[in-house]
């Protein structure tokens, strides 16, 4: 199984700063013969089942807010929130759906400072 | 805009089988081969992917649960079931059906609400 490793577990950011999550796959998930990364980052809240965020990698879903962004090739990744808002307070996960079984990382747990 | 609903017991007695269903509206889980997934996720950890189904019936499952797996579908209905066997206190978990963006190797752009589904005698 591809193993997806998130840093950090959790993460306390104040409003208006930047916040950073790190994804970290044990093979990379970049398909060369269309050069895409098959790298997704889901926002949770509680009592809620995971939204998606950004897909390839990069890609932002039609209605995130363009503070998020999503970066990285192979086998690291970044989940980017330019300037943190209350509402985006959240459990954050990355995926990749390069191989069978499709993994998730553990979480990043992000909080106000 | 499509929508999914998760339906089944919310409790399971160990050794038995679970059976949820996923109802698919505001589109048609049966257009252009699309493919729906079953993710499970135990209280207070990660989602894992169970497995995930296209619309012409054929399937990816994954191998730690495969075993134990069936996933069915109902293209009349817009279903599609997922019957997990042998069920102990580790599957207690809430179980999401959701639609990939595309093919199978792609991202999930719709969840269902989740059912929390215990295991308890």
């Known amino acids: 199984d591809v193993v997806m490793t998130q840093s950090p577990d959790s993460l306390a950011v104040s409003l208006g700063e930047r916040a950073t999550i790190n994804c970290k796959s044990s093979?990379?998930?970049?398909?060369?013969?269309?050069?895409?990364?098959?790298l997704a980052w889901y926002q949770q809240k509680p009592g809620q089942p995971p939204k998606l965020l950004i897909h390839?990698?990069?890609t932002r879903e039609s209605g995130v807010p363009d503070r998020f962004s999503g970066s990285g090739s192979g086998t690291d990744f970044t989940l980017t929130i330019s300037s943190l808002q209350a509402e985006d307070v959240a459990l954050y996960y990355c995926?990749?759906?390069?191989?069978?079984?499709?993994?998730f990382g553990q979480g990043t747990k992000l909080e106000v400072k | 805009q499509l929508q999914l609903q998760e339906s089944g017991p919310r409790l399971v007695k160990p050794s038995e089988t679970l059976s949820l269903t996923c109802t698919v509206s505001?589109?048609?889980?049966?257009?252009?081969?699309?493919?729906c997934a079953w993710i499970r996720q135990p209280p207070g950890k990660g989602p894992e992917w169970i497995g995930s189904?296209?619309?012409?019936?054929?399937?990816y499952y994954n191998p730690s649960l495969k075993s134990r797996v069936t996933l069915l579908l109902d293209m009349s209905r817009d279903q599609f079931s997922l019957r997990l066997n042998s069920m102990t206190a580790a599957d207690t978990a809430v179980y999401y059906c959701?639609?990939?963006?595309?093919?199978?190797?792609?991202?999930?752009?719709?969840w269902g609400q989740g059912t929390l589904v215990t295991v308890s005698s």
């Open positions: 505001g589109g048609s889980s049966s257009s252009s081969d699309s493919w």
């Open positions: 189904m296209s619309s012409r019936g054929n399937t």
């Open positions: 995926q990749q759906y390069y191989t069978t079984p499709q993994t």
């Open positions: 959701a639609r990939h963006q595309g093919p199978y190797s792609s991202a999930l752009d719709s």
């Open positions: 093979q990379s998930v970049l398909y060369s013969s269309n050069n895409k990364n098959y």
């Open positions: 390839w990698a990069s």
